[in-house]
Nanobody, 120 residues
Framework: QVQLVESGGGLVQPGGSLRLSCAAS????????MGWYRQAPGKQRELVAL???????NYADSVKGRFTISRDNAKNTVYLQMNSLKPEDTAVYYC??????????????WGQGTQVTVSS
């Protein structure tokens, strides 16, 4: 079984920064694309940022220039550095990973979510 555990959420003032982490553990052979998504109250879950195993990245227009996604393949961990945070960034943030397990086929896994609140 594979688990994704997120950390780093919290309350921050507008203009502040937070760093989210998501560590994958379990029977993992390799991980393809990893990403961060978010869901605000009353809204659909939306893509924030993606990073491939080779390091290519893709960002939602709303976070370009403010957020940076990175990963440590040796630790099966993905990070999201969030700077210049705005109230509209308030949401539950979820990490996602395309995992090849030690046996079987590639599957999508999700973390449990971590709350980010931007408020003065």
């Amino acid at each position: 079984q594979v688990q994704l555990v997120e950390s780093g959420g919290g309350l921050v003032q507008p203009g502040g920064s937070l760093r989210l982490s998501c560590a994958a553990s379990g029977s993992i052979f390799s991980i393809d694309t990893m990403g961060w998504y978010r869901q605000a109250p009353g809204k659909q879950r939306e893509l924030v940022a993606l990073i491939t195993s080779g390091g290519s990245t893709n960002y939602a227009d709303s976070v370009k220039g403010r957020f940076t996604i990175s990963r440590d393949n040796a630790k099966n961990t993905v990070y999201l550095q969030m700077n210049s945070l705005k109230p509209e960034d308030t949401a539950v943030y979820y990490c996602n990973a395309e995992v090849w397990p030690s046996s079987g086929y590639r599957s999508d896994y999700w973390g449990q979510g971590t709350q980010v609140t931007v408020s003065s």
